[in-house]
C-alpha cells in the first residue's frame, strides 16, 4: 500500500481553494530516483497568484495541484544508480523541467530558454510541487546542496533568478575594469539576494525600496555595505553614484520603475529586468531620447526568466560564501516561519517581510 504524506493543494483557476490534504508517495524506487522529505518551502508572490486563482495548473488528468516550487529537501533513500547522493544529503529540485518535445533549448538543458513554452514547473505549471512531507524525484532533477548551508538552502531558487539575470547582463557588459556600481529596485526576497550577489562581486550597490532608511530592510543593505535609498524621501536618480549604474537588476516589476532604472544607466550600463506585473499601465516616455541615448551610450535591457542547471549550482555556492562573507546575514532574509498547517498565515505578508518559509522537517 502506497503511504500518503500531507500537503497543501490548490485548484487552479478558483480563487482562495487551498486546503491541507494528503497525497500518496510513492515508495518502491526505481534506479536514478531520490525519495526526499521536504525540509522547507519558501513562499513568494507566485504562490500568492495561484491562490488567488490567477495563475497555476494541475497535473494532467488531477483536479488539484500541490502547491510550492521554492524548496529544501533531504534524501530520505537514494535509488540505484544515483552515487552522488546518501540518505541526510541536503538537496534543492530543480522548479522548471524539459518539454515533452525537447526542443532546441530544452534539449541542451536550457529549459529556461524553452522554445515551445510547454515546459512544466514544480507547483505551478503541470507537476506537483513541494508543499508536501515526502516526495520522489529523479536525482538529475536536483541540485546537492552543502550540509552547512542548512535550512538557508531554501533560498537557493530566488538565488538562481538573480544568477541568471545577472549572467545574462555580464554577458553584454564587457567595459574593461567594470562594472563597478549596482543598482537593485525593491528590497524583497530576489532585490535582497541581487544585492548580496553584487556585493560578494565587489560592487558598489544601491538598493531601492519605499521602506523608511530605520526598516529592517534598510538596515540589511547596510550591514551587507550597500547604500539603502528610501525612494519615497529621495529618489535614486539623485542618491546614487554622479556616473550612473553600470549594472541595474530590477525585481519590482513596476514599470515606470524599470523606465527610470534605464534612464539611471552609466556608459555601456545593463539593466536587467526579473519582474512581472499583471494589468496595464500606460506611460509617456520620449522614446527619441531613449533611443539616442541607449545607442550613443551602448546600453542594453534584457530580460530573464528561472534558471538552468547551472544557476542553481552557482546559486547553491554562492549562498555558502555569502555565509562567510556576510556572517548572520542570510538567517536575516528569512523573516517569517510557519509549519504546514499555517500555510494560511504563511500567504499573508508584512511590508517588512522579506522571505517567509513553511517548515515542514
Ligand atoms: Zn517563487
Ligand atoms: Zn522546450
Not at 35 to 50: H, P, R, S, Y
Not at 189 to 217: C, F, H, M, Q, T
Not at 221 to 236: A, C, I, K, L
Request: glycine residues 10%; hydrophobic residues 40%; negative net charge.
Amino acid at each position: 500500500m502506497m503511504p500518503n504524506t500531507d500537503a497543501i493543494l490548490v485548484t487552479p483557476g478558483e480563487k482562495n481553494s487551498f486546503r491541507q490534504g494528503s497525497v500518496p508517495v510513492v515508495d518502491d524506487l526505481r534506479p536514478g530516483d531520490l525519495l526526499l522529505e521536504v525540509v522547507a518551502v519558501g513562499i513568494c508572490g507566485t504562490d500568492a497568484e495561484i491562490c488567488e486563482g490567477l495563475y497555476g495548473q494541475a497535473p494532467a488528468g488531477h483536479e488539484a495541484l500541490v502547491l510550492g516550487h521554492e524548496s529544501l529537501c533531504r534524501v530520505v533513500r537514494a535509488g540505484a544508480d544515483t552515487a552522488r547522493f546518501k540518505a541526510g544529503d541536503l538537496v534543492v529540485p530543480i522548479v522548471r523541467r524539459p518539454c515533452p518535445e525537447r526542443c532546441p533549448a530544452c534539449a541542451v538543458g536550457r529549459w529556461d530558454e524553452c522554445m515551445t513554452g510547454h515546459y512544466q514547473e514544480h507547483g505551478i505549471k503541470a507537476l506537483d510541487g513541494f508543499l508536501r512531507g515526502r516526495l520522489v524525484l529523479e536525482a538529475d532533477a536536483v541540485v546537492p546542496a552543502p550540509a552547512a548551508l542548512g535550512e538557508l538552502g531554501v533560498l537557493t531558487e530566488p538565488l538562481t533568478i538573480v544568477e541568471k539575470a545577472l549572467e545574462r547582463a555580464l554577458q553584454i557588459h564587457t567595459a574593461p575594469g567594470h562594472p563597478q556600481t549596482g543598482l537593485v529596485t525593491g528590497a524583497g526576497p530576489v532585490g535582497i539576494l541581487a544585492a548580496l550577489l553584487l556585493r560578494s562581486r565587489g560592487l558598489d550597490v544601491y538598493v531601492v525600496d519605499r521602506r523608511p532608511a530605520d526598516s529592517p530592510k534598510a538596515r540589511l543593505v547596510e550591514r551587507m555595505g550597500g547604500h539603502y535609498v528610501d525612494d519615497s524621501q529621495t529618489p535614486f536618480e539623485k542618491a546614487g553614484p554622479p556616473g550612473g549604474f553600470d549594472i541595474g537588476l530590477e525585481a519590482t516589476g513596476y514599470a515606470p520603475l524599470v523606465f527610470r532604472a534605464l534612464s539611471a544607466l552609466a556608459q555601456n550600463g545593463v539593466l536587467a529586468l526579473t519582474g512581472v506585473t499583471g494589468g496595464h499601465h500606460t506611460l509617456e516616455v520620449d522614446v527619441n531620447l531613449m533611443n539616442s541615448t541607449m545607442v550613443l551610450e551602448n546600453q542594453a535591457m534584457v530580460g530573464s526568466v528561472n534558471a538552468a542547471r547551472a544557476h542553481y549550482e552557482r546559486a547553491v555556492q554562492d549562498l555558502a560564501g555569502f555565509q562567510l562573507q556576510f556572517p548572520g546575514l542570510l538567517e536575516q532574509v528569512i523573516t517569517a516561519r510557519h509549519p504546514l498547517a499555517e500555510f494560511e498565515q504563511a500567504l499573508q505578508k508584512d511590508p517588512d517581510d522579506i522571505k517567509t518559509i513553511v517548515t515542514l522537517g
